[in-house]
Every structure is written in C-alpha cells, then in structure tokens.
C-alpha cells in the first residue's frame, strides 16, 4: 500500500525496501471454494507444482488492486535501533490512520510513541490534514484525473514485476503447515541463475531467498519470509542493504472478500552514504480495516470537532 505523504521520514528507506520485495504480494483475494454433500466422498484434487502455486498468487495480487483500495485501517510502526551486538540502543513508534481523501490514501498521524500528539505537533496535523483537503476539493476534474492516473500508475509500476517472480526462482514444496486454523504449502525458492530481468524493480529479485507459505484450498499466500543473500543497493549506491537482513510479513482475510496486511517484520544492517552503519528492527502492525464507502462524506476536521 503506498501511501502519498508517510509522515516518518527516517523510514523512507525501509519501506521502499519493503515496497521492492515484501510489499510485492501486497494483499490477494481468496478463491471461492464448494464444499461437497456430506454422502459424497471430496473429488482428488490433481497436485499443482510449486511454480503454479506461485504464478497464481502472483495473478491473484496483481488483479486484487481494485479492493485493496477500498479499505481504510490503522497502521503502527515501531522502529528500533541497535548496537552490533543486538542491545537496542533506541525505540520509536508512529500510529497513523490510513484514509481515502478524493480517491487517494492519505497518511494521519494519531500517535507518536504510543502518546497522543502535542497541542501543537496536533494542530500541524490537522493543519496539514484539511489543507489537502482542500487542495483535492478544488481540484478540476481535469486536474483530479490526472492525479489518480498517475497514483494508479505508480501502482501498477511498484506490483508489475510480481508476475517476474515465478521466473525468478526455482520453487520446491518442502513441507506442509497449519498456520491460523489454515493448511498451508510451505515453499522454499532459489534464484535462478539464468534470470534476467525485464522490469528494474525485479533486479531485486535474485538477491533475496523467499519462503512462502500458500492456503491448500484458495491458493492464496498466507505467510512470507524472504533472507537478502547478496548486497543490495539503491539511490545510486547511497543506502547499501547487507547479507543477513530478513523480512517477514503475514496477511489476513478481511470481511471474507479481500486479504490484508496483518504484520510486517524487518530486520537489517545496511550502510548509509558508505559511511553510517546502522542496524534496524521494523515492526508494523495493521488492525481496524473498514471498507470505504465512496458516497461518504469527507468533513475537516474542525467541522468533526462541532
């Protein structure tokens, strides 16, 4: 879910990493399923390879953009800092709001380290808040067919290289798991090393090893894990992400109709201006998604306050 304006400035590079890897199966719908008649003994089901399993969930993510859009939620992100030995040397979290103003999400910040904001870090907020608002209010409708063109675009450039991922990888079904009441494939992928990539997002590709976790029944993915085995760079060498990092994300299923991000979880060194190492731990947390009705209407806040 990319958001226009994220309010953490210091995470801007952490989550354009999880825009390129962790983020690229953002949210899938499930399949619908039959259940048999209670006298019938269930049909065998013909055993589908990995790379099918994989080639689906991808598909599944690419056409699941029209209702991942339809839903506001609160995302929390705690960041920490830590020493070369693991001690965490600082802790910072923000809870923002995620909400749709005139067709696009926008980014409110609610919390900082868990405490309501300041009176004035608040008014700021709000200040910011009804002054987009207000500029998307005004907006021509020229002008507003624009800006949702080119949010949609930066969409489909940020998930196309998804459909990049079967060819990425040899897949193998290395086991099966109950992950929250849901039989699961568990998949293991290795870089090919004849993978080339078309899209520049997916030179990412063959530097990280995923492990997925697929439902047996919707073949949607439940669970994902991903260890980068090879430096990773961006931002013409200024931010350097190192072999070690790991990331973690799981989904779930919201109003039986579309998946969700639930948790996200990164852990990485990475070297800044090939000067500054730093170690981080991200931890993000999704929770109260509601669908959005596009007939709502969109109040300032100062108008909610009366």
């Given at each position: 879910?990319?958001?226009?304006?994220?309010?953490?400035r210091?995470?801007?590079?952490?989550?354009?990493?999880?825009a390129?890897?962790?983020?690229?199966?953002?949210?899938?719908?499930a399949?619908?399923?039959?259940?048999?008649?209670?006298?019938?003994?269930?049909?065998?089901?013909?055993?589908?390879?990995?790379?099918?399993?994989?080639?689906?969930?991808?598909n599944?993510d690419?056409?699941?953009?029209?209702?991942?859009?339809?839903?506001?939620?609160?995302?929390?992100?705690?960041?920490?800092e830590?020493?070369?030995?693991g001690?965490?040397?600082?802790t910072?979290?923000?809870?923002?709001?995620?909400?749709?103003?005139?067709?696009?999400?926008?980014?409110?910040?609610?919390?900082?380290?868990?405490?309501?904001?300041?009176?004035?870090?608040?008014?700021?907020?709000?200040?910011?808040?009804?002054?987009?608002?207000?500029?998307?209010?005004?907006?021509?409708?020229?002008?507003?067919?624009?800006?949702?063109?080119?949010?949609?675009?930066?969409?489909?450039e940020?998930?196309?290289?998804?459909?990049?991922?079967p060819?990425?990888?040899?897949?193998?079904?290395?086991?099966?798991e109950?992950?929250?009441?849901?039989?699961?494939?568990?998949?293991?992928?290795?870089?090919?090393?004849?993978?080339?990539?078309?899209?520049?997002?997916?030179?990412?590709?063959?530097?990280?090893?995923?492990?997925?976790?697929?439902?047996?029944?919707?073949?949607?993915w439940?669970?994902?894990?991903?260890?980068?085995?090879?430096?990773?760079?961006?931002?013409?060498?200024?931010?350097?992400?190192?072999?070690?990092?790991?990331?973690?994300?799981?989904?779930?299923?919201?109003?039986?109709?579309?998946?969700?991000?639930?948790?996200?979880?990164?852990s990485?060194d990475?070297?800044?201006?090939?000067?500054?190492?730093?170690?981080?731990?991200?931890?993000?947390?999704?929770?109260?998604?509601?669908k959005?009705?596009?007939?709502?209407?969109?109040?300032?806040?100062?108008?909610?306050?009366?």
């Amino acid at each position: 879910m990319t958001m226009e304006e994220p309010s953490n400035r210091n995470l801007a590079a952490t989550v354009s990493f999880a825009a390129t890897f962790f983020f690229l199966f953002a949210v899938t719908e499930a399949l619908a399923q039959v259940s048999p008649a209670k006298s019938a003994a269930p049909a065998p089901r013909a055993q589908i390879s990995a790379a099918e399993l994989v080639r689906s969930a991808m598909n599944h993510d690419i056409s699941n953009w029209e209702k991942e859009k339809n839903y506001t939620f609160v995302q929390r992100i705690e960041q920490r800092e830590l020493d070369s030995d693991g001690t965490i040397k600082s802790t910072k979290s923000e809870t923002e709001e995620i909400i749709f103003l005139y067709g696009q999400p926008y980014a409110h910040l609610m919390k900082r380290n868990d405490q309501p904001l300041s009176d004035s870090e608040a008014r700021k907020v709000e200040n910011k808040l009804n002054e987009t608002m207000e500029k998307r209010a005004h907006e021509s409708a020229a002008e507003r067919q624009k800006r949702l063109a080119d949010f949609d675009r930066r969409h489909h450039e940020e998930h196309s290289f998804l459909l990049e991922v079967p060819e990425a990888y040899d897949f193998r079904i290395i086991g099966e798991e109950t992950l929250n009441g849901r039989s699961a494939y568990v998949l293991l992928g290795e870089p090919r090393q004849d993978f080339r990539p078309r899209l520049n997002a997916a030179r990412v590709l063959p530097k990280l090893r995923p492990k997925l976790w697929i439902d047996k029944n919707s073949f949607q993915w439940l669970k994902l894990e991903a260890d980068v085995i090879d430096t990773i760079t961006w931002g013409g060498f200024l931010v350097r992400l190192h072999p070690g990092s790991h990331i973690g994300l799981e989904q779930t299923l919201v109003n039986d109709e579309v998946w969700l991000p639930l948790h996200v979880h990164i852990s990485f060194d990475a070297r800044v201006a090939l000067i500054k190492a730093i170690r981080l731990d991200v931890d993000a947390r999704f929770s109260d998604y509601k669908k959005f009705r596009a007939d709502s209407k969109i109040i300032s806040v100062e108008e909610a306050q009366h």
